[in-house]
T-cell receptor
Framework: SQTIHQWPATLVQPVGSPLSLECTVE??????LYWYRQAAGRGLQLLFY??????ISSEVPQNLSASRPQDRQFILSSKKLLLSDSGFYLC??????????????FGQGTRLTVV | KNQVEQSPQSLIILEGKNCTLQ??????????LRWYKQDTGRGPVSLTI?????NTKSNGRYTATLDADTKQSSLHITASQLSDSASYIC????????????FGTGTRLKVLA
């Protein structure tokens, strides 16, 4: 069965420190992978998506970057965190072959607090 | 601009009561609309999915409706339970090569005993 692992679950980091959030998918190949962020009281905002190894598209210019070193691994990074980077980060995957009923599967999320 | 708006932002109801959540969208080209339930600090879990041709779909005590002409959807919860307390997010999928999901801001529902 397909599963998605995202860690850590919670993270408190000082301003200016680096960030690395990891997402790993199991039980599927060639998935489309996504990073979303949910600020307090806001909806989920698409940050990055990837359709293959080394292929990253950014939806919103920001302090963050993403990488896909392996087919099933998607990493969200920052060199220097800002206070505004605080939020709830979700990783998601969608099968490569999609139709109008295709489901998106979400990780459990990472609660990041920048202090 | 593709947007999904939900109302109300928050709602408090007593256990056993019914409620209806609203979703308006301006997403084009439209692929499908989903309602997700998101418990605090967890990932969203899909409740229903509706395509352009579907008007209503039920999942237990949850019933979603879709009016593709007016671009509106609603989620009706019947006989609410304490476990229904969560955020309910309307998500519209746009057919733009990678099936981008546009998320609404959600309605935070609290069910009181």
């Amino acid at each position: 069965s397909q599963t998605i692992h995202q860690w850590p679950a919670t993270l408190v980091q000082p301003v200016g420190s680096p960030l690395s959030l990891e997402c790993t998918v199991e039980g599927t190949s060639n998935p489309n992978l996504y990073w979303y962020r949910q600020a307090a009281g806001r909806g989920l905002q698409l940050l990055f998506y990837s359709v293959g190894i080394g292929q990253i598209s950014s939806e919103v210019p920001q302090n963050l970057s993403a990488s896909r070193p392996q087919d099933r691994q998607f990493i969200l990074s920052s060199k220097k965190l800002l206070l505004s980077d605080s939020g709830f980060y979700l990783c998601a995957w969608i099968p490569r072959l999609q139709d109008e009923n295709t489901e998106a599967f979400f990780g459990q999320g990472t609660r990041l607090t920048v202090v | 601009k593709n947007q999904v708006e939900q109302s109300p932002q928050s709602l408090i109801i007593l256990e056993g009561k019914n409620c209806t959540l609203q979703c308006n969208y301006t997403v084009s080209p439209f692929s499908n609309l989903r309602w997700y339930k998101q418990d605090t600090g967890r990932g969203p879990v899909s409740l229903t999915i509706m395509t352009f041709s579907e008007n209503t779909k039920s999942n237990g005590r949850y019933t979603a409706t879709l009016d593709a002409d007016t671009k509106q959807s609603s989620l009706h919860i019947t006989a609410s339970q304490l476990s229904d307390s969560a955020s309910y997010i309307c998500v519209v999928s746009a057919t733009s090569g990678t099936y981008k999901y546009i998320f609404g801001t959600g309605t935070r529902l609290k069910v009181l005993a």
